[in-house]
């Protein structure tokens, strides 16, 4: 039996990947057994002004044992019911991508599917009027779930917006109270093992130096340890997702706070509102190929909803993920990993998912490949699944007004993702595979929404009577509409509940 063990973890790099790192770590493990470093430099900074998050971020507090109010005090948080997407479809239109469900499925079948007989029968609402999320996120309101199912309001699903680097500065507290020792430097060189290759040493621009047995690169787009160290290879997807740079900035917060993401298309990409408790994060993303940066800078300035808060700061990036993900004894975390735009708020996510897996596979001393090779793929099964969700996006557009949606339209795509779309366009069907992220109801929130319509509904739900099906659909609509006139505003929720502490 191979009783040799990890003792020394080393995490290179702080922000959100660093200290999620090192308090997931933490909290699973014996700090008088197993040694966890964090190693950052305050002379670098951090990527953001503010962060959506998706449900999945409940699951990472419950893990840490922390309570949601200290949390979201400490944080500046608010909460998110789903995102709006504007000009998405077309020029004029949007849509509401909740987190909770559409109706209720009847009879073992998809409520989408009596949504697609009722419109036949001349229903003319958009399916998310079933969300209970969209009601009331499009009213500003917020509650939390009910725990009866027998309630309307057990159909609520939320995540967070919040302050990036609060949330930092909140996991380093936890971190350290749990044994992880942070220590400050700059890491100017990194010394390997000649006959294996893995990482053994780093050296500080202090002089300090430290030794390891594992490391996590958590060094963002530099991505210190696994490309620059280690030479993994980077694969490419731009030419799915050609945005290349974000411009970001803050702005004061408005007098009503909302409960929802806004993303707005504009003419070469697309911006985000994240409302915190006491300002909101912007920012646009954009291609340079198809527009200049002083013209994306008029156009994320235009698109405030309150004065800025100091100057926009310009980021580049390259969308894509590493061909290894765990290489030697090494695993990259965040954006060293890869980089996909924040359409869906999957940044943490992908973060999360990189130290869950770690740690469900925590390997030996001897790293044993095949605990390698399934981290590997793992990984790679999620970075593709949520790559093509972002994707359909871009690609289900009618929109001709500009060269980058021109290019959007008409782009080859891949397979995995053409057949999801064939499947509903032909048949109405929509399918969850192999712990697939996004589930039925974001895949059919975003076709409808974007105008990607079934030729054909359930064969079973179109033989039933439709003042039936009609019945239904309405008693689902009014119990969601009241129920969400009775909620609190979400301003008022968050005031009684969580209002930030300073």
Request: proline share 4%; with cysteine; charged share 20%.
């Amino acid at each position: 039996m191979d009783d040799a063990r990890l003792q020394r973890l080393v995490i290179v790099g702080g922000g959100s990947a660093g200290w999620m790192t090192a308090a997931a770590l933490s909290s699973m493990l014996d700090s008088r057994k197993i040694q966890i470093t964090l190693v950052e430099s305050e002379q670098i900074g951090t990527v953001g002004v503010g962060e959506a998050t998706i449900p999945d971020m409940i699951n990472f507090n419950r893990l840490l044992g922390v309570s949601e109010a200290d949390f979201m005090k400490a944080t500046d948080a608010t909460f998110k019911l789903g995102i709006e997407f504007a000009n998405w479809g077309r020029l004029g239109e949007s849509y509401f991508h909740p987190f909770g469900e559409h109706g209720v499925d009847m009879q073992g079948v998809d409520f989408h599917q009596y949504w697609l007989y009722s419109q036949q029968n001349g229903n003319a609402r958009p399916i998310e009027d079933y969300s209970l999320c969209a009601a009331a996120g499009k009213s500003n309101k917020f509650c939390h779930p009910a725990q009866d199912p027998r309630s309307v309001l057990s159909k609520l699903r939320y995540a967070y917006h919040f302050n990036a680097t609060k949330y930092a500065k909140f996991l380093r507290q936890y971190a350290e109270t749990r044994g992880v020792t942070r220590v400050e430097g700059k890491v100017e060189t990194v010394t390997t093992v000649p006959e294996s290759g893995h990482i053994q040493t780093l050296s500080l621009d202090n002089g300090k130096t430290l030794d390891g047995d594992f490391f996590f690169d958590c060094t963002g787009f530099r991505a210190l340890l696994m490309r620059q160290t280690l030479g993994v290879g980077f694969e490419d997807w731009s030419h799915w997702l050609p945005c290349n740079s974000a411009q970001t900035v803050a702005s004061e917060h408005t007098d009503v706070l909302p409960s929802y993401t806004l993303s707005t298309a504009k003419t070469a990409g697309w911006q985000w509102r994240i409302p915190t408790q006491s300002r909101t994060g912007n920012g646009h993303i954009y291609s340079t190929d198809f527009m200049s940066d002083d013209e994306a800078h008029a156009v994320l300035m235009q698109g405030l909803d309150e004065a800025p808060i100091g100057d926009a700061r310009t980021i580049r990036f390259k969308t894509g993920c590493l061909k290894d993900f765990w290489h030697k004894n090494c695993i990259g975390i965040g954006l060293s990993s890869g980089f996909l735009e924040p359409l869906e708020s999957t940044s943490l996510y992908l973060i999360q998912m990189g130290i869950s897996k770690f740690i469900s596979l925590f390997p030996s001393g001897s790293l044993q490949p095949i605990v390698v090779d399934e981290y590997n793929r793992q990984m790679r099964q999620q970075f593709d699944q949520v790559r093509d969700f972002i994707i359909l996006h871009y690609c289900v557009t009618q929109r001709d007004d500009s060269d980058f949606w021109n290019y959007c339209r008409t782009m080859s795509i891949p397979d995995s993702l053409q057949h999801k779309m064939t499947l509903f366009r032909e048949a109405g069907r929509v399918f969850r595979y192999e712990d697939e992220l996004f589930s039925r109801p974001s895949w059919v929130a975003v076709m409808l929404g974007q105008n990607l319509k079934p030729k054909v509904c359930d064969p079973i739900v179109s033989a039933l009577d439709p003042k039936q099906v009609d019945h239904s659909l309405t008693s689902m609509h009014r119990a969601m509409a009241e129920a969400a006139v009775k909620m609190p505003t979400h301003s008022s929720f968050i005031n009684q509940y969580c209002k930030a502490t300073g």
